[in-house]
């Protein structure tokens, strides 16, 4: 069985500051990982993803997530919040076996002041 | 370039009505998958198709139905609207059994009921 979880609800930074959201996750076979983002009232938008290639992905918008397999983590990072970052975050693991489907963390908030 | 179209965008039931929520993409994927979305829980799987004439349950999918008689087209059926029903509904599709390439969502369809 799979499982993701977002360790954060909400995440508040200032602009030009660094982002850091947290994920781990848990999987029975080699998972890949992914981040979407969803701005209010709109659907949600592949931001990065992790396929067993180089355990650093870099997405779109400056993000990037690097995975860990000794610590199961897949943590957002950004060098340098924008305004229009703000948006929730979600964290989803997938395990590669058979149907797999997507399972998506809870999500995490990211608001940021001027 | 479409990618995946849900209707309607909002909708307000009264308790015992049925409608359809309509999905439909133009990219050509075998697989698609319908989610709901509650505050704070992140996406639940309701039901998904591997391909026309294919469906499984996932997570959620007690008081829907779902047919896929076309590659292009994957509706949702609520039979007897409930108030627990009230959510964001989200159609994906993907290219991928593996799922490694993300999906691709709709913008979501709004309903209330009351």
Known sequence: AQSVTQLDSHVSVSEGTPVLLRCNYSSSYSPSLFWYVQHPNKGLQLLLKYTSAATLVKGINGFEAEFKKSETSFHLTKPSAHMSDAAEYFCVVSENSGYSTLTFGKGTMLLVSP | ?114
Request: hydrophobic share 30%; charged share 15%; aromatic share 14%.
């Open chain 2, 1 to 114: 370039n479409a990618g995946v179209t849900q209707t309607p965008k909002f909708r307000i039931l009264k308790i015992g009505q049925s409608m359809t929520l309509q999905c439909a993409q133009d990219m050509n994927h075998n697989y698609m998958y319908w989610y709901r979305q509650d505050p704070g829980m992140g996406l639940k799987l309701i039901y998904y198709s591997v391909g026309a004439g294919i469906t499984d349950k996932g997570e959620v999918p007690n008081g829907y139905n779902v047919s896929r008689s076309t590659t292009e087209d994957f509706p949702l059926r609520l039979e007897l609207a409930a108030p627990s029903q009230t959510s964001v509904y989200f159609c994906a599709s993907s290219y991928s059994r593996e799922s490694n390439y993300g999906y691709t969502f709709g913008s979501g369809t709004r309903l209330t009921v009351v």
